[in-house]
């Protein structure tokens, strides 16, 4: 063993036969995104040929609307997801933002600049209390977000109740400042098309959310959070801070999409969002996000609510019952789950 | 000459359990402290209140001649003391230069446009590793994929450019082969060799021997020896290590039963 200081001194760089067929191909396939992109071409190839409406304007105009909203979502839940925390109160807090809004202008007098700003605020403290409290509990999020989504399910509905004799908060449009809302949140462009605003907005927050992670040391953070916390906080990571800012990030994206609900219907139902959760959460892991945390993508997250958009109204323009989507949704959830499996497998290395 | 690092008399208490009592060392540079001891005598705690995970209840903490007591691993490594923990040093998923550079990622850009500067963070850790022996042909790789010494190697040598004066390796060859601790005992004495003072944590006195300058023995949470290379051969080690006379009645009981009848 005594030799080994001598031979220590100068060691020549030794190259690792085992790496020398990393091909282009296989680079690929190390991407989290790629079996989603793949996956909607089939779906979008198969709608297109086998229904007439669907590679119209006006259909694709319609898909994108749906993939929009459950695509801002995706992105967010994302990043949570690779923070490797779950959210369950996502979809419910679509409704309560959009009824906190309709409250606070309908019912309360606020004009609807305020009432926006409110909402963000409420969004961000619900947000901020999710993330305290898996922290501090250490519980599992999966546990306290769901308390978070049922409390949140009874005020919706108890509150809407109470304030308005129904359950539905109406006349939105009424509210001073509508106008100027409905423009940057509810609007359509490309005329006659009508292609919803909201979809240029889902780009925007899928590429803002894609740099992020790939260039910023906030992503790199998430990254690790998600990856293996202990060694996050070893090397100096602020772990709590950027698992709280996920879930600040996830409710106040919450809070953007109830907002754009509420305005392009200008009324909000109580029972708004309920069950939208798993939607999210199921675009996300299609788009190669994994469920144990440390992996995955925005713009896999993306695709994977394309998919979801293009199935639910593919189905529709293809005349069969819509009750169907469930059972497609079930299906490519259960295939991405087995696909990222084996790319986990892959990635971590069987020495571990 | 002031010790890179010294302890004087410091004791660690968990409750009514006493973790350390009166551990009294120091670790100059260029030299390896190997930190011995069979499980549960006390060698975690010790590291981890050099590493600042924990706070000493009793006694001082020096560096360079400076009494200090860190609040957190970040202000240990502020200090120039970096620890490589057994497990728990790398994050599987991500690729070596995100996990090279985690926590104190090199940027460019001014505000918003603030950016990992992606290009430098590569070709550093491209050649750090090669400074190590280690081809790294392709950063993107995940760390996971590599084999355990080359994940200990990139955690030494990520401690060694952050400006680390002392590295505390935590059981560094426990999990791996015979080969594989080689390559990291081999790291060890390259990292003494570039000035470091290590403290080399382990329970295995074959993988101490070889390297080490200095051997220092916790039993119990006590300190039971220091000695420089040359004071103790490697049986006395061995057997100071389990508690002397403990291990040979073990042996003449072993012995005794192994007999044929």
């Known amino acids: 063993m005594s030799s080994t200081a001598d031979a220590a001194l100068a060691p020549e760089p030794v190259a690792d036969e085992r790496l020398a067929n990393i091909g282009l ?90 009432a926006i700003v409110v909402t963000f605020a409420f969004a961000a403290t619900v947000g901020f209390m999710n993330g305290y409290m898996v922290i501090k509990t250490k519980l599992p999020s999966f546990i306290v977000t769901l308390a978070t989504f049922f409390v949140l399910q009874g005020v919706n509905l108890g509150v809407t109740k109470a304030i308005t004799g129904t359950v539905r908060v109406a006349g939105l449009g009424d509210v001073p400042g509508y106008d100027s809302a409905f423009k940057l949140f509810g609007a359509t462009f490309w005329a006659p098309h009508n292609f919803r605003l909201s979809v240029i907005w889902w780009i925007a927050i899928a590429a803002l959310a894609t740099w992020v992670l790939a260039r910023t040391r906030a992503g790199n953070w998430i990254f690790a959070v998600g990856g293996d916390a202990e060694a996050a906080r070893n090397v100096g990571v602020p772990v709590a801070r950027v698992k709280i800012a996920l879930f600040m990030t996830t409710a106040i994206a919450a809070a953007l999409v109830g907002i754009m609900i509420a305005l392009r219907l200008s009324s909000v139902q109580a029972g708004q969002g309920v069950g939208e959760e798993f939607t999210y959460i199921i675009a996300a892991v299609v788009g190669g996000c994994l469920l144990t945390g440390g992996y995955g993508s925005a713009i896999g997250a993306s695709f994977g609510a394309l998919i979801v958009g293009m199935a639910f109204i593919g189905i529709q323009f293809s005349g069969w019952n819509t009750d169907w989507r469930f059972l497609f949704l079930g299906v490519i959830l259960l295939l991405a789950v087995l696909v990222n499996n084996l790319v986990r497998h892959r990635a971590e290395g069987a020495r571990r | 000459m002031t010790a890179l690092v010294e302890v004087r008399g410091v004791s660690k208490y968990f409750g009514n359990v006493i973790a350390l009592k009166d551990i009294s060392l120091s670790v100059d540079a260029g030299e390896v402290t190997c930190v011995l001891g069979d499980n549960g005598a006390g060698k975690s705690s010790f590291i981890k209140i050099l590493s600042g995970v924990h706070q000493h209840d009793d006694g001082e903490l020096l560096v360079e001649g400076e009494e200090c007591r860190f609040s957190s691993p970040r202000d240990a490594r502020e200090r120039g003391i970096a620890t490589v923990f057994q497990d728990l040093a790398t994050v599987p998923l991500m690729s070596v230069w995100r996990n090279f550079f985690l926590g104190s990622e090199p940027t460019v850009g001014k505000g918003p446009l603030r950016r990992i500067d992606v290009k430098f963070a590569q070709d550093t850790m491209r050649e750090e590793m090669r400074k190590m022996g280690i081809d790294v042909r392709d950063p993107d790789q995940p760390v996971g994929t590599l084999s355990g010494g080359e994940r200990q190697a990139v955690s030494i040598a990520r401690a060694v450019y952050f400006g ?66 040359g004071e103790i051969d490697r049986d006395e080690l061995v057997k100071k290590m389990s508690g002397g006379a403990e291990l040979d009645q073990l042996t003449h009981e072993l012995e005794r039963k192994l007999e044929p009848t």
């Not at chain 1, 419910?92 to 019912?107: A, F, I, K, P, S």
């Open chain 2, 164 to 229: 680390a004066k002392v590295l505390i390796l935590d059981e560094p060859t426990s999990a791996l082969g015979v080969k594989q601790s080689g390559v990291v005992l081999r790291y060890v004495v390259q990292a003494r060799e570039r000035g470091l003072g290590v403290i080399f944590i382990t329970h295995n006195s074959h993988h101490a021997y070889p390297v080490g300058d200095r051997f220092v023995i916790l039993n119990r949470g006590k300190l039971v020896g220091d000695w420089r290379r």
């Open chain 1, 25 to 114: 191909g296989a680079r690929l396939m190390r991407r989290p995104e790629v079996g989603s992109l793949l996956g909607a071409l089939v779906i979008c190839a198969f709608f297109w040929l086998t229904t007439e409406p669907f590679g119209t304007l006006n259909g694709i105009a319609n898909w994108t609307d749906v993939g929009s909203t459950i695509g801002i979502m995706a992105v967010a839940v994302a990043l949570l997801m690779i923070g490797g925390e779950f959210d369950l109160s996502a979809g419910v807090m679509t409704g309560t933002t959009g009824l906190l809004m309709g409250l606070l202008t309908t019912e309360w007098g606020l004009s609807m600049w305020p």
